[in-house]
């Protein structure tokens, strides 16, 4: 009951403050904060299924992020027919010979199992293929890229609703979770951590340079959003009609006309982004909550006792028969999936698909931080650690810039010191976090709403 | 004739910077060993400890340069690297006493020192953002080659040029003496043996008689010359940017497993293979084989096996490589 409790005040106080910043800064900015932490809730229930539940260290979360973000353009963007002319042959030729390359592989290492000659012969596919594919992929990424550079020189992508991509997303990462799960999971912890950082920062760098996939960091700009648009929503009179009634005690008291159609033109504008990200929050919050009643279903099924039961003694259950590789490679694909999933969403969210912005301190660290100060093993806390963080993370500027307008109140406007704290004021954000985290772990270290195991 | 050109592009283009690329990642690989080896966790803050180092130098060789103090023609960065040291050293055994020092004592688990370690990470990328600012900042001054391009041409008569800055000179040398010195110190004078002691069995060091806190002091005291050194050597060379420090300590990570963690003599050759990794699959050798081979079979590509961009990549690569065939670094280091 008590823990009850404490999971419902906590989410309240988090609801406070969301409301509390749309009263005193403004509704969209409150509502943008609230888009982002149930996206990063997401995030941290990916994480959280491979940190809490089998405690597998994945710092790989920026990878699958973008992976999923990948998705948003490949379902989306509608293809470039002359793209598709100018290389398609070339680019699918080159994907079959990559497929049946490793086809190739598969059935060597299977017929030489314990030779020597194995390594060289993998080792001469893999260079003999390379040169190969380059030789035949070379000239096709050239004329995609040369096909007017500036808007499009890709592919393009199969011109669907966005919302398909949520689902295409997760089932990308998922493919490469299972890559990287079968290379990466034999390793102790920590080397898990650094073996998934640096295949993470491989990843994105290959977003980033392959142009003809994703226009790399050119972006990709202008995605269609799943919900309506602001101007159409501007135009439409029954929005229009809405906003009058929503407003009419304010709109009441003003006389003159043309006045009164000024200030209800505000109103609309404002009210028009307001409604945008409200429908785009709905979604995200089915997302949330589907996610969690099946993990919540998951932790408390046998399969869950099963994950804490390696998680807590990995020789014990395996002499009592689980299969550990197996489930913890179950495990770091389906957490790696839902990250995916939350990949998508927060390119749905933006309208923009920017490689360059995928770094580690953001895409993985924070939402490391997010799990930990929340609670591992424990899905409330995950989400609560996801929403806590990122409002701190957003907020921390304008709380840091108050208290050194605070402290240095008897200081003069040029003083040196004021004015370099005041530039610096959006890096108190990390600061902020990094001693959030360090508390945590000292003091409370099972997070903010700890795991909890009911015995029924 | 066309031989020996082809060898001096070579040595310009990929060998002499490689060889400095490798120093700098190699005294960062000796920093991160050293913290696994004898404090055992996978510090993650290794990029941004030698980013605060860097900072104290980079802001005493502002502060010597508006007094008109010089090294003459080295570097004014060198002279600060003392009093750099000394800050760093400092902040890290404060770091250690209120954050490390708790779980050791407590016997946690690595990856909950880890996951510490990233919480200092952020508070020390906070401090050094708020202090210096995220920007680029160069800081070299002093004479900037020891050998031109004309002047090696003119020597010997060569179409290619050799050129040799003097930043490239002063980190493989100061690397050699340090890592010398380190070498020395671990391997003959009785502090050193303690603490290969107390890396390879805890147990059996404390039961002998040796000071763990002795042993944590000294290997805070050695890590804050290396990372601090490490961070002026690369700042001296390309510049200094926070961002990119942390960045570096992704390759510093593959070239200290790549050597086999714990293991302070395989991180300094682990970052000479990255690097050279790294600068060989990216180079063009395109003028290299139209020196050596005869003018019909002149190739018509770049002859790059992979893009620049792909630099980073390939380290990595690298490391995954090792990890699936020998797991426990080249030369042998710690098990997994």
Redesign the interface.
Known sequence: MMQHKNIIAAYSIMILLIIAVGVLQSWTIALTILNYCLISAVMTIGANIQWGYAGL?NFGIMGYTALGGLAAVLVNVPPVKEAWKAGGSGMVVSLILIISGVYIIRTVLRKFENSKKR?YIVAAIIIIGFVIVRYIS?PAIENIEAIDPAKTGFLGGLGLPIIFSWIVGGLFAAGIAFIVGK??L??????L???T???A??IV??I??EDWLARGVKNVIGLKRPVPYEVDLQGSTWFIDLVEKFHSKKLDVITSLTERQDVLNQLVIDASSVYVKLCLAGLFLTVVIILLILTQKALYSPWGRKMRAIRDNEVAANAMGKNVVKEHLLIFILGSAIVGIAGAMMVTNDGLFTPGSYRP?RYT?VI??MV?VGGTGNNFGAILGGFVVWFLWVEAAPIALFFINFFTAHLEETNAVKQH?I??AA?????L???G??II??YR?KGLIPEKINIK | MDFINAIVLLLNYTVIPALTYGSQLALGAIFVTLVYGILRFANFATGDMMSFGTMVAVLITFYFQSLGISFGFLPTALLTIPPAVLAMIFYMLFIDKFVFSYYRVKKSPPVQLAMVSVGVMFVTQAIIRIIIGPFDRRFFDGEKFILKANEFKEMTGLNEGLTIKSTQAITIFVTVLVVSIMFWFLNRTKTGTSMRAYSDNEDLALLSGIDPKKVVLITWIIAGILATIGGVLYGLDKSYRPFVYFNNMLPIFAAAIVGGIGNPFGAFLGGYVIAFAEILVTYAYKKFFAYLLPEFMEPDSLMQLLSTDYKFAVSFSILVIVLLFRPSGIFKGKTL
């Open positions: 260290i390594n070379g290379i990466a034999g390793l102790r912890a920590d080397y951590a650094i073996a950082l640096l295949i920062e491989i760098s290959i980033k340079h301190m660290f490391w931080v930990i704290l530039q610096s890096y108190f954000r990390f600061l976090v990094g001693i985290l360090l772990m000292r270290p």
